[in-house]
């Protein structure tokens, strides 16, 4: 029994793999909870999940909750999101291209759990 909902069990895009920690991100907002957001940044060599919980789901929110886990581990070379309207903003853009990140938006099911 597959694990994946129908349409992406199909797929032939997946998550890749990289040969480094912290080389690839996936990050989405998951639905609010109690009140609370919860930012969801999952790195995909180790499987490693950090959870940021805050009042608001916003883009300067984000990028200060991403510039202290990047403090703490590394830049990543890839993130991917889906496009959530903090994502697609040009702020998130500009700071991902800044710090050299690849940014892709992709759908919300985060795929790198399932490989």
């Known amino acids: 029994m597959s ?6 069990s199909k797929s032939s895009q997946s998550w890749y793999f990289p040969k480094e920690p912290w080389k690839g991100l996936y990050i989405y907002y998951a639905r609010q909870f109690l009140g ?3 930012l969801f940044m999952i790195n995909s060599y180790y499987k490693w999940l950090e ?3 805050d009042n608001l789901a916003d883009k300067s929110i984000t990028i200060e909750r991403l510039r202290q886990i990047f403090s703490t581990h590394r830049l ?4 991917a999101s889906d496009n959530g309207s903090v994502f697609t903003s ?9 710090n050299g990140s690849h940014h892709i938006r992709t759908i919300h099911f985060p795929l790198v759990l399932w490989n």
């Open 51 to 53: 959870i940021e919980i």
């Open 90 to 98: 040009e702020e998130f853009s500009t700071y991902m291209s800044c």
């Open 3 to 8: 694990a994946l909902p129908n349409d992406l």
């Open 36 to 38: 609370k957001w919860n």
């Open 76 to 79: 990543p070379s890839t993130v």
